[in-house]
């Protein structure tokens, strides 16, 4: 039974379930909040639980919606991020396809009609957005090292991007180092602390007290951003 409320003033609806248990259970994934009651547990008592969890779930929420955000749809109408901005895919006056800004008419709450498109197969839809994609985080990419590397007295090393389903970059001890593609479609201060973090090993290859320090030299916040990435899993 889908059933509706309200934890630190945001609308929350969730999944019911009623069985044979003694306590109440809270799961939140890619579906949403689903809560498993006793049979005979009153609605008090269960929005009593849902008030006292409800930093928990809010926060839980939004790890799973800023996930959810990324994951790639390879249809012709689908969202793709670049640097947190929604971009789909768009007809040039040619007949061409591109990439553009998707844009929405906050007054009206409705999307701007763009030109219908051609109908394109997922695998041709992939190829496009996946070359487009590895365009932008190469120069993107290159751009934040070379404000990086300097500031923490380095010369530019050479990157590479990787495919990682876990990290979201690595370095080895020959000076290489890797960025997921996936982080082009993070916010700018996300993107620049990984790679801060990732250069930083070029001097401390570690996770110790020193190795903080220097990326903290180059970016204060980390902590803070640290957080937040790990928000996108």
């Known amino acids: 039974m889908l ?31 689903k809560i498993s009651v006793p049979l ?75 030109p219908s498109l051609p109908q394109l197969c997922s695998h041709h839809i992939e190829k496009f957005v996946m070359a487009w ?21 380095l010369p530019v090393p050479p990157f590479r991007l990787s495919n990682a389903k876990t990290r979201w970059g690595s370095c080895n001890s020959h000076g290489l180092v890797h960025l997921n593609w996936r982080l082009i479609q993070l916010p700018l201060h996300l993107i620049d602390y990984v790679v801060a973090h990732e250069l930083a090993h070029l001097i401390e290859m570690n996770h110790s007290k020193a190795f903080w320090e220097v990326v903290k030299s180059v970016y204060p916040k980390y902590l803070e951003v640290r957080k937040l990435l790990k928000g996108y899993g």
């Open 3 to 33: 059933v509706h409320t309200v934890l630190n003033d945001r609308k929350i609806s969730y999944t019911l379930r009623r069985c044979k248990r003694k306590s109440v259970g809270l799961t939140i994934n890619h579906e949403g909040l």
């Open 40 to 114: 005979q547990a009153s609605v008090s008592h269960i929005e009593s639980i849902l008030q006292q969890k409800a930093d928990w779930i809010t926060k839980k929420l939004e790890q799973w919606q800023r996930k959810k955000s990324l994951a790639i749809s390879w249809t012709h109408d689908a969202i793709y991020p670049l640097l947190g901005e929604p971009w789909r895919i768009a007809l040039k006056p040619s007949g061409e396809i591109e990439m553009a800004r998707h844009f929405v008419n906050e007054n009206a709450n409705m999307e701007i009609a763009e």
């Open 133 to 153: 994609y590895s365009q932008q985080a190469i120069t993107c990419f290159k751009q934040r090292i070379a404000i990086y590397a300097p500031a923490l007295n």
